[in-house]
């Protein structure tokens, strides 16, 4: 069993900034890309940004130099520096990973339970 637990969303003026974690735990043999979608309402799920397991980065257009994503592969943590903020960043935030939990195993997907981001004035 993995559990992926966020933390770090609330409420944010506009130019505000952020900072999301996301902490994996449980029977994890190792971890390959990470990485933070987000949901806004009456939208479908889009990806933020991801990180691959030695820090290859990518991140989607609307975030490009705004949003940082990094990783911490001792402590098994995805962060999401937010910068910038507007309006349109309002969402619910998900982390995700692949993770393969015994040796040689397959890599399967996990989700947090997602972090509300609200940025209003």
């Known amino acids: 069993q993995v559990q992926l637990v966020e933390s770090g969303g609330g409420l944010v003026q506009p130019g505000g900034s952020l900072r999301l974690s996301c902490a994996a735990s449980?029977?994890?043999?190792?971890?390959?890309?990470m990485g933070w979608y987000r949901q806004a309402p009456g939208k479908q799920r889009e990806l933020v940004a991801a990180?691959?397991?030695?820090?290859?980065?990518n991140y989607a257009d609307s975030v490009k130099g705004r949003f940082t994503i990094s990783r911490d592969n001792v402590k098994n943590t995805v962060y999401l520096q937010m910068n910038s903020l507007k309006s349109e960043d309002t969402a619910v935030y998900y982390c995700?990973?692949?993770?393969?939990?015994?040796?040689?195993?397959?890599?399967?997907?996990?989700w947090g339970q997602g972090t509300q981001v609200t940025v209003s004035s």
């Open positions: 449980g029977s994890i043999f190792s971890i390959n890309a």
């Open positions: 995700n990973a692949g993770v393969a939990t015994v040796v040689g195993g397959s890599w399967r997907n996990y």
């Open positions: 990180i691959a397991p030695y820090g290859t980065a």
